[in-house]
């Protein structure tokens, strides 16, 4: 209980940032499911989403305390703000490479996005709960397992494997339906985008923080699934 009061004293800043952000994922949360409490059944089924996104808040700070007691990562730091809009925009070459390369040949479905304007909401707040469910949770069990087995191999060493391992979760995920139904070739691209979508994304967690993780995903969301998924309608169906 020492360390953990140690820690929250310590790294203070970090700790109000993430609630803070926490509080507004909430509040988004909440606005959408009383708009429409539907909205998030294709991601969570029939789970309440006011329910699972406490969890993820909770989970996502208990991770990310482990990361930050190791020293292994942070949350946020006010110097890497400089940069930040720069780093977010690289994020728009992976959506124009599913936009261009898939999507005009083999369109996804029709529904795959949530429509404006309650996108502009909902794709904060989703990707959100996908940082922490596919990155920040599995890269914390996975590190601590593996540093408390491997004691005579360097952290930093570990860390770059469990990046690699973690980077393939969401793409492995995402890509498990397109391989049963869909052209292979699309299926291999979206998956080697994701892949590299979400190496970037936990680069630049590690050399950054998480913030600027989160606002990578929000600026290829932004062109991808708000700006794309309202023009894709009218050009493809």
């Known amino acids: 209980m020492t360390k953990i009061k140690e820690l929250i004293s310590r790294e203070r800043s970090q700790y109000q940032v993430y609630i803070g952000l926490s509080?507004?994922?909430l509040m988004l949360t909440v606005i959408l499911h009383l708009s429409d409490n539907l909205l998030f059944k294709r991601f969570i089924g029939g789970i309440n989403p006011l329910s699972a996104s406490f969890l993820i808040v909770l989970l996502g700070i208990i991770s990310l305390s482990v990361l930050l007691s190791k020293g292994w990562f942070k949350i946020y730091k006010k110097e890497n703000l400089k940069g930040l809009f720069l780093r977010s925009s690289l994020a728009v070459l992976f959506a124009l490479i599913t936009i261009l390369v898939v999507d005009l040949n083999v369109p996804f479905p029709a529904d795959m996005n949530v429509l404006f304007p309650e996108s502009l909401l909902f794709y904060?707040?989703?990707?959100?709960?996908?940082?922490?469910?596919?990155?920040v949770l599995p890269l914390s069990i996975i590190l601590i397992s593996l540093?408390?087995?491997?004691?005579?191999?360097?952290?930093?060493?570990?860390i770059w494997f469990c990046i690699l391992i973690v980077s393939l979760l969401e793409p492995v995920y995402q890509t498990i339906p397109m391989f049963s139904s869909g052209?292979?070739?699309a299926a291999v691209i979206v998956?080697?985008?994701?892949?590299?979508?979400?190496?970037?994304?936990?680069?630049?967690?590690?050399r950054y923080d998480f913030i600027s993780m989160y606002s990578f995903?929000?600026?290829?969301?932004?062109?991808?699934?708000?700006?794309?998924g309202y023009m894709r309608l009218r050009m493809l169906f």
């Open 217 to 228: 995903r929000l600026a290829y969301y932004l062109i991808w699934h708000i700006v794309w």
């Open 147 to 158: 540093t408390s087995i491997f004691k005579n191999i360097s952290q930093e060493k570990i």
């Open 124 to 135: 904060p707040a989703i990707g959100f709960f996908v940082e922490i469910f596919f990155h």
């Open 191 to 206: 998956l080697l985008n994701l892949f590299l979508f979400n190496l970037s994304q936990l680069f630049i967690f590690k």
């Open 183 to 185: 052209p292979l070739w």
């Open 23 to 25: 509080v507004g994922i």
